[in-house]
């Protein structure tokens, strides 16, 4: 983020939803204002960086002066606006359409920069608003989507996204003398509940101009079936000569269980596993364009595939994966399976069977899918495993290991993911950033994953909890944005202490 953003809101809903998140966003650089009441003059807004203007009722736009919203940006400013101000300074069309059929509207990138950063030119993102206006996906027959129809590009204006219901601009960015101003529909998305699905990127572009929050986010158009997602591994792996494709051994379901790895072995390892719950499956794109970026020829962050191993396991459960489900095709949650404390986890309730929530199997690695993580783990003796979940936003160690270096890890993706992203917070009507500022232990030892790799002598093991088990990909360039962030950190403090 750009150092000391100083970042104003002129509206006629200073205290609202839209307000409030913005300063959870970007706390102790956000200013609210009333445009009807407040001076926003082109000398008032020149102490800011940044200014965002959203007029939520006709009545009030008049009082609006973009002209000095305009000037501002002239003189180098960056200007976020919604498109009923912008369209109406600029004496352009401006189109609010209601679709009646289920059609989802969506944008369709039409060109990448720095904006549009986590897609690729012909991604859709879905982009919406709904009448009842209630924090749910219910009546999907009720939504609508503002554009301006008709819109040209030019020199100093570039469509950057457009709605797939009529192909009238959503997304525009104007270059203004020194500065730009970014104009999108705003105003017909709710605020990204979880799981939402029309607003779930609402903060995303706007967040792009400001300060720009994605890195490393990537958007996948859908949830691949898992040969589908196995096939993209070799793909990969074929493109990328730094990158080695390994079957580690069938699953409960028979299929193979898959691995990318690169680097060293006689390096320092690294053990990072994705989707041992099945239905937490948004972590399984993040550790795949891991392994993407890291076998790249321009590796981020200047990380020598000389100086490390990497070998990470997408999807340790693909029977869950597939189904959308906890636990293995044989009803054990993999993660109460391991050879650590097994015989002490007692779970259930008035009976404990198979499919239970937590049901820890029949034995200590009864489960293909454990002895597979296991044998990893002692074949490879890693300074750092990580397990991603998707219940929650905290880190979780285990009873054992380095606590100076997690810390050291944790402090790291922290600062990597400050003013980055919003979310509402798993199980709760509360939002959040996604910094993941919650830590705690687990003590004594359970049939963890990360407890199993704790007594097997790894320093550095660890839970990443975030939000996910959504229905759909439209989160996904935030989820791959911060799997990667959390294990650049750890790789980076990892070797920094050896």
Not at 314 to 323: A, F, Q, R, S
Not at 327 to 351: I, K, M, T, Y
Not at 449 to 469: H, K, Q, R
Request: with cysteine; net charge negative.
């Amino acid at each position: 983020m750009p150092d000391s953003p100083r970042i104003c809101l002129l509206s006629d809903a200073p205290k609202g939803a839209f307000a409030r998140h913005l300063a959870l966003l970007y706390p102790e650089c956000f200013t609210s204002l009333d445009f009807r009441e407040a001076d926003h003059s082109a000398q008032a807004l020149s102490g800011y960086t940044h200014v965002v203007t959203m007029v939520t009722h006709r009545r009030n736009l008049e009082k609006l002066d973009y002209a000095a919203v305009r000037a501002f940006a002239e003189s180098g400013g960056g200007v976020v606006s919604c498109l009923f101000e912008y369209a109406r300074f600029h004496g352009l069309p401006l189109s609010k359409t209601h679709v009646g059929d289920r059609i989802r509207p969506a944008i369709r990138i039409c060109a990448e920069n720095d904006i549009t950063r986590g897609f690729r030119v012909g991604d859709v993102t879905p982009w919406w608003g709904k009448v009842s206006h209630a924090p749910n996906n219910t009546h999907p027959n009720q939504l609508f989507q503002r554009q301006i129809p008709g819109m040209t590009a030019s020199e100093q204006v570039s469509i950057l996204g457009t709605s797939t219901v009529n192909a009238g601009a959503v997304l525009i960015e104007e270059k203004v003398g020194k500065g730009r101003i970014l104009a999108l529909d705003l105003l017909s998305l709710m605020e990204p509940f979880y799981d939402s699905w029309g607003s779930a990127n609402k903060f995303l572009f706007l967040g792009n101009l400001i300060g720009g929050s994605v890195r490393y986010g990537k958007h996948y158009p859908r949830k691949l079936l898992y040969d589908e997602f196995v096939a993209e591994m070799g793909a990969l792996a074929q493109r990328l000569p730094a990158l080695t494709l390994t079957r580690e051994g069938p699953c409960s379901d028979g299929r193979p269980v898959c691995s990318l790895s690169l680097g060293r072995p006689d390096k320092p390892s690294f053990l990072f596993f994705g989707a041992i719950h099945g239905w937490e499956w948004e972590n399984a794109y993040g550790l795949l364009h891991l392994a993407e970026l890291l076998a790249s020829e321009d590796p981020p962050e200047g990380l020598s595939r000389e100086s490390f191993y990497l070998k990470v396991v997408p999807i340790l459960n693909p029977y869950g994966y597939e189904t959308d489900i906890r636990h293995n095709a044989n009803g054990v949650d993999l993660n109460r399976n391991f050879d650590c404390a097994w015989q002490g986890h007692e779970g259930g309730e008035d009976l404990y069977v198979p499919w239970d929530f937590d049901y820890k199997g029949a034995a200590p690695a009864s489960e293909p899918e454990t002895r597979i993580a296991q044998r990893l783990i002692q074949e490879h003796k890693p300074l750092c495993v990580a397990d991603f979940h998707t219940a929650d936003y905290i880190m979780l160690w285990p009873h054992r290991g380095d606590e100076a270096l997690l810390n050291a890890i944790h402090a790291d993706f922290t600062r990597r993911l400050e003013n980055r992203y919003l979310s509402q917070r798993p199980y709760s009507p509360e939002y959040e950033q996604v910094n993941i500022l919650r830590k705690t232990d687990f003590s004594p030892p359970h049939p963890f994953l990360i407890c199993y790799a704790a007594e097997a002598g790894t320093p550095a093991s660890f839970v990443l909890e975030m939000s996910g088990n959504r229905t759909d990909t439209q989160a996904l360039v935030m989820n791959v944005d911060t799997v990667v962030e959390v294990c650049l950190a750890a790789i980076q403090q990892c070797l920094a202490r050896r």
